[in-house]
């Protein structure tokens, strides 16, 4: 057998979760079209120069990698997009946009986000794995993702070993999702590849 036997278990249970989650799309469609619809109505530098919305993105640990690559991807398409903890964050106001990936929806951070930003002109967003959340519930939009049985395997010594570790199920599909909704809006915003390097960072790269 293989000395990589677990590694390649691992790979395996991850693309059943990835694949899992592509029932999603299907499943909850209306509530992605709204999801991505309130996204769209934000200002945006390629169709106006009004300086109108924000889009704030937060999560929590691993999820909050998620939150960056689909803030990062959001910049790319011309929204103005900030993550929380930044320095250079300037305050929410009335008309933004806060988008929250959060699996359990229940964490100190994420909760306190969005009791400070109760704002009557705040559309609140999440991608969330667990649709009976305080987060899910308070949400304009939302899109639920919900983790597979955690598999495992015993080792030699009796131990049981998760093949996917610690909600990474949820992160890794959120990650996907979150990209394949990308292609969905770069279509609506009639946008391709070569736009969004208009937008990519070149400077970094040369420090």
């Known amino acids: 057998m293989s000395e ?3 590694m390649d278990l691992s790979f395996d249970e991850i693309l059943k979760n990835i694949n899992e989650s592509k029932s ?3 499943n909850q469609e209306e509530s992605i079209l709204h999801f991505m619809n309130i996204i769209l109505e934000a200002s945006n530098k390629r169709v106006t120069s009004k300086r ?3 889009i ?3 999560g929590a640990g691993r999820s909050g990698f998620v939150a960056k690559s689909f803030a990062m991807r959001l910049m790319h398409l011309g929204f103005y997009v900030y993550v929380f903890n930044e320095s250079i964050l300037p305050s929410v106001r009335d008309g933004d946009i806060i988008i ?3 699996k359990s929806g229940k964490s100190n951070s994420i909760t306190q986000i969005v009791e400070d930003s109760q704002m ?6 999440t991608v969330c794995g667990d649709a009976q959340s305080d987060l899910a519930q308070t949400a304009d939009a939302k899109i639920i993702i919900e983790s597979l049985k955690q598999e495992s395997v015993s080792l030699d010594d009796g131990k049981s070993l998760e093949l996917i570790l610690m909600g990474s ?3 890794i599909s959120a990650l996907v999702l979150l990209d394949a909704l990308v292609t969905q809006l770069m279509a609506k915003l009639n946008l391709c590849e070569q736009d969004l390097k208009d937008y990519h960072d070149v400077l970094s790269s040369s420090i």
């Open 4 to 6: 990589l036997k677990y």
């Open 24 to 26: 999603v799309i299907k």
């Open 52 to 54: 109108e919305t924000t």
């Open 56 to 58: 704030f993105l937060a």
């Open 100 to 102: 929250i990936i959060s």
């Open 120 to 125: 009557d002109d705040v559309k609140l967003l």
């Open 169 to 171: 199920g949820f992160e």
